[in-house]
T-cell receptor, first 116, second 115 residues
Framework: AQSVSQHNHHVILSEAASLELGCNYS??????LFWYVQYPGQHLQLLLK??????LVKGIKGFEAEFIKSKFSFNLRKPSVQWSDTAEYFC??????????????FGKGTKLSVKP | KAGVTQTPRYLIKTRGQQVTLSCSPI?????VSWYQQTPGQGLQFLFE???????NKGNFPGRFSGRQFSNSRSEMNVSTLELGDSALYLC??????????????FGPGTRLTVL
């Protein structure tokens, strides 16, 4: 079965530090990849997505992610975090398995705490 | 454009009861998916509906069911509630199946507590 692994459960950084959150998936076919963010008390929002083309995708709020097919990875990066980036981040994947792509498979999430 | 709305936002039930949750997708979106979010299991896919048809189903018991109406609004039902059903239930809508149309927009969720 397809699965998504996020390496870090909780990451604590100081403001201006660089961020990289790991995400690996297990599926050998075509995938669509997403990073969602859930700010405290708010609903899930899409940060960025990869469907095809340039493996380096840029999202909102200065986030970017790189799809490395050979490593089955889609790591999220930000050069300089801010206190307002404190949130929980979820990596997710959909596949073309079964002809449906409405099935988002989520990682367990990484809580990011940014110290001012 | 209004986002995905879910009602009710909070619900308290007792074991053995049943519950119905409602989701209204973004206008023009025809696909609705449901997810369960718990601290232990994270976000898990329940089912997906498109054009009033269930297209995909996650690994949940038959007590969990859903449906979609002709206006794309969706409901999910949980019968014979168990303590373990306490969770945040999220609804997401998208334009429809297919690459590029699969970006899902999430609602605020319904927090269900089973006592």
């Amino acid at each position: 079965a397809q699965s998504v692994s996020q390496h870090n459960h909780h990451v604590i950084l100081s403001e201006a530090a660089s961020l990289e959150l790991g995400c690996n998936y297990s599926y050998g076919g075509t995938v669509n990849l997403f990073w969602y963010v859930q700010y405290p008390g708010q609903h899930l929002q899409l940060l960025l997505k990869y469907f095809s083309g340039d493996p380096l995708v840029k999202g909102i709020k200065g986030f970017e992610a790189e799809f490395i097919k050979s490593k089955f990875s889609f790591n999220l990066r930000k050069p300089s975090v801010q206190w307002s980036d404190t949130a929980e981040y979820f990596c997710a994947v959909t596949t073309s398995y079964g002809g449906s792509q409405g099935n988002l498979i989520f990682g367990k999430g990484t809580k990011l705490s940014v110290k001012p | 454009k209004a986002g995905v709305t879910q009602t009710p936002r909070y619900l308290i039930k007792t074991r053995g009861q049943q519950v119905t949750l409602s989701c209204s997708p973004i206008s023009g979106h025809r696909s609705v998916s449901w997810y369960q979010q718990t601290p232990g299991q994270g976000l898990q896919f329940l089912f997906e509906y498109f054009s009033e048809t269930q297209r995909n189903k996650g690994n949940f018991p038959g007590r969990f069911s859903g449906r979609q109406f002709s206006n794309s609004r969706s409901e999910m039902n949980v019968s014979t509630l168990e303590l373990g059903d306490s969770a945040l239930y999220l609804c997401a809508s998208s334009l429809g199946p297919g690459i590029g149309a699969n970006e899902q927009f999430f609602g605020p969720g319904t927090r269900l507590t089973v006592l």
